[in-house]
């Protein structure tokens, strides 16, 4: 039987950056992938700040496509909020070349990569882990779960599931001519009822993108009902279709996301913010107080599962509140109805809210536009109970 110190579950980008900061820090580091080739299929947006890469102290070289300053975003009966400037507030990447880099550099720090292994069973004792791939056993010290939305570890160890799941689809599209540096937002019932759609450029001509849509699973109406409808944007009603896929988004993060030598990272755990869908900067954040906390128990042996625990309360100082406020967001806007939503839409297109959204707005820390939008805008406080006391759709 093969032996690491470390078991990683899962070779996305959390993962193999766990994997990379534990290899660095003298740890032997295996990363089990069931796909044969890291990063593939693809199932993501691609669009994060430019923490995606100063976290994982990554360069940007050819994996930045294309640069964000702004957001149009429509109501459901069609009136715009346009928010932004010059500078930049989001980064398009290549999504499948970024989890490679990341893999990459983790390899480079001396962690193996193995492909083409999906781990169907494991266990823990007292003294170690250990898995089961579909060809071999791997035991080692620590088992982290970094195996994405429908978590292997997290089921086959009983951790608690995320509270909700948002069904997504994405498509690539060429043959458009937009504003390059603006994001399309759409919302409403018709086309991606408890959340929203999305249209990116990806080039600097603005004549590809990536377009996509989450909407709270099992809602109606269907997905596919939902994507036509994106597809009879005017923006974009005359695109040709490149690629499309589909993905689950978990929402409210697992907690305890420790059981002594297991720990849960990344969309595994769901740390995921629930404004946006985006999981990869708050994964990082995550993944980062996960590494830290395994080289720390490394570092006084016998290694103790109690030094472990304190990834727990790491993980929720780095990204808890942002996580809890999110879900708070989020409650409220699931029960916003349409027309909740075009008189929230009166609000927000005021100057001074537009003005303080495009001042302040950070799309990994949504929570700080709080009070700079309620300053600018106190009737949208008078708004939320008349939304909270109505049925929930
Ligand atoms: C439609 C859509 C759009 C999105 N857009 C954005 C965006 O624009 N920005 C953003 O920040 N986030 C976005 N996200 C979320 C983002 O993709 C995830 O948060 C991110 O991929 C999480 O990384 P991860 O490493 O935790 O999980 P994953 O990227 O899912 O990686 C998990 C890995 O584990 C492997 N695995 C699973 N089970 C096993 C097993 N049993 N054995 C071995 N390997 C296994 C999988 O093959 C996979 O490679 C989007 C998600 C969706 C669905």
Not at 180 to 203: E, K
Request: glycine share 8%.
């Amino acid at each position: 039987m093969e032996q690491y110190d470390v078991i990683i579950a899962g070779g996305g980008p959390i993962g193999c950056a766990v994997g990379r900061w534990c290899a660095n820090a003298g740890r032997t580091v295996v990363i089990v992938e069931e796909h044969n080739a890291v990063g593939s299929p693809l199932h993501c947006a691609g669009l994060v700040t430019d923490r995606a890469f100063s976290l994982p102290d990554i360069p940007q070289d050819d994996l930045v496509l294309n640069t964000i300053t702004g957001a149009e975003i429509h109501s459901p009966a069609g009136s715009t909020v346009a928010i932004g400037g010059d500078r930049t507030h989001a980064l398009v990447i290549d999504r499948v070349r970024y989890d490679q880099a990341l893999a990459e550099a983790a390899v480079h720090e001396g962690a193996t990569l193995m492909t083409d292994a999906k781990i169907t069973d494991a266990r823990q004792t007292a003294d170690n882990v250990s898995v089961d791939c579909d060809t071999q056993k791997i035991q080692g010290q620590v088992l982290v779960g970094a195996d994405g939305a429908r978590s292997t570890i997290r089921s086959l160890f009983h951790f608690t599931k995320p509270v909700e799941y948002l069904e997504g689809i994405g498509a690539e599209i060429k043959g458009v001519r937009l504003q390059p540096q603006t994001v399309l937002i759409y919302t409403g019932a018709s086309v991606a009822p408890g959340f929203f759609a999305w249209v990116i450029p990806t080039n600097r001509q603005g004549t590809k993108a990536r377009i996509g849509l989450c909407k709270s699973k099992g809602s109606h109406p269907s997905l596919q009902e939902c994507y036509t409808a994106l597809l009879n944007k005017p923006a974009i009603a005359d695109a040709e279709l490149v690629c499309r896929y589909g993905g689950l988004v978990p929402l409210g993060a697992v907690d305890p996301c420790v059981q002594s030598r297991v720990m849960l990272v990344g969309d595994a755990a769901a740390q995921v913010k629930p404004t946006s869908g985006g999981g990869i900067v708050t994964g990082l954040l995550c993944a980062r107080q996960c590494a830290r906390t395994i080289n720390e128990a490394f570092a006084k042996q016998p290694l103790s599962p109690r030094t472990i625990l304190r990834y727990q309360t790491r993980w929720k100082r780095v990204a808890g509140h942002e996580l809890a406020w999110g879900m708070a967001f989020r409650r409220l806007y699931r029960r916003s109805s349409d027309s909740h939503l075009e008189s929230w839409f009166k609000e927000l297109q005021k100057p001074a809210v537009t003005a303080a959204i495009t001042r302040n707005g950070d799309i990994d820390y949504p929570s700080r536009l709080l009070f700079p939008v309620l300053a600018a805008a106190p009737q949208l406080a008078v708004k939320v109970p008349r939304v909270l006391l109505t049925k929930r759709p």
